[in-house]
């Protein structure tokens, strides 16, 4: 793990990033509004002495309250990971620029966060849904959407409509599991 | 005559007396809704001469339940729209609402001709959460089982490749490679494809007295068994000239669609995790990253088994080196870790296998994303077709080698 390329991105970035800078293990994590996110990758991936040209992974994140957007890269430089985290992107409308500009292969990935979570990725040209059915109402990675025996509790639900017309009177809605991470 | 019919039926235009519910009209290409984006409309407006044809979900050459439509000028690919999830089964979700034990028997499916990887991405990354030091015989095990799989799942693919191409004996050849490795690793864990093999801090059992014996038998024979093999389809004239050039990708290219493994490395640049980012006991041991710079499907090919060579390199270190010592760490049977985040990334056979786990202090991961390179892969089909003819679809799907498993999760 590299203590240089902590205060490398520090002095970097310094402004955009939101808390300090953490490293533990092999990884070294960032956190960033979502606003942020063209400007920080784009930095990321072209100057050479930070040169993160490999995108590993591309993952949603629902924390209970928010959701969250984590790039895992892979720098040619250096050798190391370093995973992005875009915050507090807020569950009625989450927006996130689209990574494609610098990675088209981020364009599944983002499809699959978009279907699981429904985060909207602008600048994705093909935003559809890839592993549910088209006419799917809801995100079944959330985390107030629950697994099919607990479906009818899950207030995300969508999709079950013999619960929801006939949704039993006396049942509490579950308690959604939120991150302490 | 269509007022005799039932209602909500019709005659089938193959042949009339065969009565066909209206709502089953399964694979018509042109989706029964407007296009929902930009790139859905465009692909599903026909050019002068264009038509569409579905390809799948049944083919049998499609290596799993992988639906493609096909837009053809004439017999030349124009474009193709891949639809996918007839095999995902939520496995992100399951594991959330799963013990962290029992996320390995989840993960395990996921890319079926190489479980072993499967289940150690995930088990990495909890052992970051949990801070354990896995005991170095553990980590031997690890490695001898995991290139073992690679060998079986390279031969495999060499099979398939061939078998797609139209040449059935390499087929056969391959399984008799695969199925020598995949009893001897029964031996081992106790199951031929979906090993459960790996725990957090560990392996599930030590080498045993069979495994070692089918090991010592199998090793003494396969470098000459491979060899023959590859030579089958190495010097076949009809498989070279087929294969070359079919399916170019450069670099620059490659890791704009994120690819890595041997799709990556065949295109010139030797980036394998094993080196880049040493993970287990890897470090330790000597091998080679091989590399190829033609891109085509013939170069992905000949790397692979450049691969099977250098892990037989391996699988004979770790026997030499192996040391003495318990196979797991001490840990309580209920893992509670405390709320972090992890992030474990290594070399499988098509690539990079991701897993970023977190924790909240309960006894269920809070999230578990499994990132897995077939699925990668297979987008990059996307940008290879257009301008090749319809019967090399399959040969460069194959080359990529992506496994449906592991694309639906």
Redesign the interface.
Same mark, same amino acid.
């Given at each position: 793990m590299d203590r240089a390329l902590k205060l490398r991105l520090e002095t970097r970035f310094g402004e955009q990033l939101h808390g300090p800078v953490r490293q533990? !293990? @092999?990884?070294t994590?960032i956190r960033i509004a979502p606003a942020d996110v063209i400007e920080v990758l784009r930095a990321l991936h072209d100057e050479p002495e930070l040169g993160f &040209?490999? #995108?590993? +992974?591309l993952?949603g994140? +629902?924390t209970g309250d928010t959701l969250q957007v &984590?790039y !895992?890269l892979?720098s040619g430089t250096t050798?190391d990971?370093l /995973?992005v985290t875009a915050e507090g992107l807020p569950r009625e409308d989450p927006r996130a620029p689209s990574a494609t500009f #610098?990675?088209?292969?981020?364009?599944?990935?983002e499809r699959?966060t978009y279907d699981?979570f429904g985060i909207i990725f602008e600048g994705n *040209? @093909? #935003? *559809? *849904?890839?592993?549910?059915?088209? @006419?799917y109402t809801s995100f079944? $990675?959330r985390k107030d959407f629950y $697994?099919a025996d607990d479906a009818a509790r899950s207030p995300g639900a969508g999709v079950r409509h013999m619960e929801r017309t006939h949704a039993p009177t006396d049942l509490v809605a579950g308690s959604v /599991? /939120?991150?302490?991470? | 005559m269509t007022a005799t019919l039932p209602p909500g039926t019709h005659a089938s235009a193959d042949d009339p007396n065969v009565l066909l519910q209206d709502d089953f009209d399964s694979y018509e290409p042109i989706p029964p809704y407007p296009p929902r984006t930009e790139r859905e409309a465009e692909f599903y407006t026909l050019g002068d001469g264009e038509m569409y044809l579905n390809m799948g979900p049944q083919h049998p050459s499609t290596h799993g339940v992988l639906r493609v439509v096909l837009k053809l000028d004439g017999e030349r690919v124009v474009d193709i729209d891949p639809v996918l999830g007839y095999l995902h089964r939520g496995v992100e979700k399951l594991c959330e609402n799963a013990d962290y034990h029992q996320t390995i028997s989840q993960v395990d499916p996921l890319e079926y001709v190489s479980s072993l990887f499967c289940e150690w991405g995930p088990v990495m990354a909890y052992e970051k959460l949990l801070d354990v030091q896995v005991p170095r015989r553990a980590e031997y095990i690890r490695v001898l089982s995991g290139e073992l799989n690679r060998i079986a799942s390279h031969a495999l693919f060499m099979g398939w490749f061939a078998l797609d191409l139209g040449g059935l004996t390499p087929i056969l050849w391959s399984f008799i490679e695969r199925d020598e490795i995949v009893e001897m690793l029964a031996a081992l864990t106790g199951q031929r494809m979906l090993f459960n093999y790996f725990r957090i801090g560990g392996v599930n059992g030590d080498l045993n007295h069979e495994f070692l014996s089918r090991l010592g038998d199998w090793m003494s024979r396969a470098v000459g068994q491979i060899e023959s093999n590859t030579k089958l389809l190495n010097e076949n004239e009809i498989f070279v000239r087929r294969a070359s050039g079919l399916g170019v990708i450069d670099t620059d290219m490659a890791l704009k669609y994120c690819m890595t493994g041997p799709n990556l490395r065949a295109t010139g640049l030797p980036y394998d995790i094993r080196r880049a980012h040493p993970y287990s006991i890897y470090p330790e041991i000597e091998f080679d990253v091989p590399t190829r710079t033609e891109g085509d499907s013939l170069a992905r090919y000949l790397l692979r088994m450049e691969e099977v060579k250098q892990s037989l390199r391996i699988i004979d270190q770790c026997l030499e080196q192996m040391p003495d010592g318990p196979i797991m760490a001490k840990l309580p049977r209920l893992l509670r870790p405390r709320p972090g985040r992890a992030w474990a990334a290594l070399e499988g056979p098509r690539g990079l296998y991701g897993a970023y786990a977190i924790s909240d202090g309960t006894d269920q991961p809070f999230r578990l994303k499994i990132h897995d390179p077939s699925f990668i892969h297979l987008q990059a089909v996307g940008a290879l077709l257009p301008g090749h003819l319809l019967a090399d679809t399959m040969a460069i799907m194959a080359s990529l080698d992506p496994i449906m498993g592991g694309v639906d999760k």
């Amino acid at each position: 793990m590299d203590r240089a390329l902590k205060l490398r991105l520090e002095t970097r970035f310094g402004e955009q990033l939101h808390g300090p800078v953490r490293q533990r !293990h @092999d990884e070294t994590e960032i956190r960033i509004a979502p606003a942020d996110v063209i400007e920080v990758l784009r930095a990321l991936h072209d100057e050479p002495e930070l040169g993160f &040209v490999v #995108l590993a +992974d591309l993952a949603g994140v +629902d924390t209970g309250d928010t959701l969250q957007v &984590v790039y !895992h890269l892979w720098s040619g430089t250096t050798g190391d990971w370093l /995973r992005v985290t875009a915050e507090g992107l807020p569950r009625e409308d989450p927006r996130a620029p689209s990574a494609t500009f #610098l990675w088209k292969g981020a364009e599944w990935m983002e499809r699959e966060t978009y279907d699981m979570f429904g985060i909207i990725f602008e600048g994705n *040209r @093909d #935003l *559809r *849904r890839i592993y549910m059915p088209p @006419d799917y109402t809801s995100f079944p $990675l959330r985390k107030d959407f629950y $697994l099919a025996d607990d479906a009818a509790r899950s207030p995300g639900a969508g999709v079950r409509h013999m619960e929801r017309t006939h949704a039993p009177t006396d049942l509490v809605a579950g308690s959604v /599991r /939120r991150s302490k991470a | 005559m269509t007022a005799t019919l039932p209602p909500g039926t019709h005659a089938s235009a193959d042949d009339p007396n065969v009565l066909l519910q209206d709502d089953f009209d399964s694979y018509e290409p042109i989706p029964p809704y407007p296009p929902r984006t930009e790139r859905e409309a465009e692909f599903y407006t026909l050019g002068d001469g264009e038509m569409y044809l579905n390809m799948g979900p049944q083919h049998p050459s499609t290596h799993g339940v992988l639906r493609v439509v096909l837009k053809l000028d004439g017999e030349r690919v124009v474009d193709i729209d891949p639809v996918l999830g007839y095999l995902h089964r939520g496995v992100e979700k399951l594991c959330e609402n799963a013990d962290y034990h029992q996320t390995i028997s989840q993960v395990d499916p996921l890319e079926y001709v190489s479980s072993l990887f499967c289940e150690w991405g995930p088990v990495m990354a909890y052992e970051k959460l949990l801070d354990v030091q896995v005991p170095r015989r553990a980590e031997y095990i690890r490695v001898l089982s995991g290139e073992l799989n690679r060998i079986a799942s390279h031969a495999l693919f060499m099979g398939w490749f061939a078998l797609d191409l139209g040449g059935l004996t390499p087929i056969l050849w391959s399984f008799i490679e695969r199925d020598e490795i995949v009893e001897m690793l029964a031996a081992l864990t106790g199951q031929r494809m979906l090993f459960n093999y790996f725990r957090i801090g560990g392996v599930n059992g030590d080498l045993n007295h069979e495994f070692l014996s089918r090991l010592g038998d199998w090793m003494s024979r396969a470098v000459g068994q491979i060899e023959s093999n590859t030579k089958l389809l190495n010097e076949n004239e009809i498989f070279v000239r087929r294969a070359s050039g079919l399916g170019v990708i450069d670099t620059d290219m490659a890791l704009k669609y994120c690819m890595t493994g041997p799709n990556l490395r065949a295109t010139g640049l030797p980036y394998d995790i094993r080196r880049a980012h040493p993970y287990s006991i890897y470090p330790e041991i000597e091998f080679d990253v091989p590399t190829r710079t033609e891109g085509d499907s013939l170069a992905r090919y000949l790397l692979r088994m450049e691969e099977v060579k250098q892990s037989l390199r391996i699988i004979d270190q770790c026997l030499e080196q192996m040391p003495d010592g318990p196979i797991m760490a001490k840990l309580p049977r209920l893992l509670r870790p405390r709320p972090g985040r992890a992030w474990a990334a290594l070399e499988g056979p098509r690539g990079l296998y991701g897993a970023y786990a977190i924790s909240d202090g309960t006894d269920q991961p809070f999230r578990l994303k499994i990132h897995d390179p077939s699925f990668i892969h297979l987008q990059a089909v996307g940008a290879l077709l257009p301008g090749h003819l319809l019967a090399d679809t399959m040969a460069i799907m194959a080359s990529l080698d992506p496994i449906m498993g592991g694309v639906d999760k």
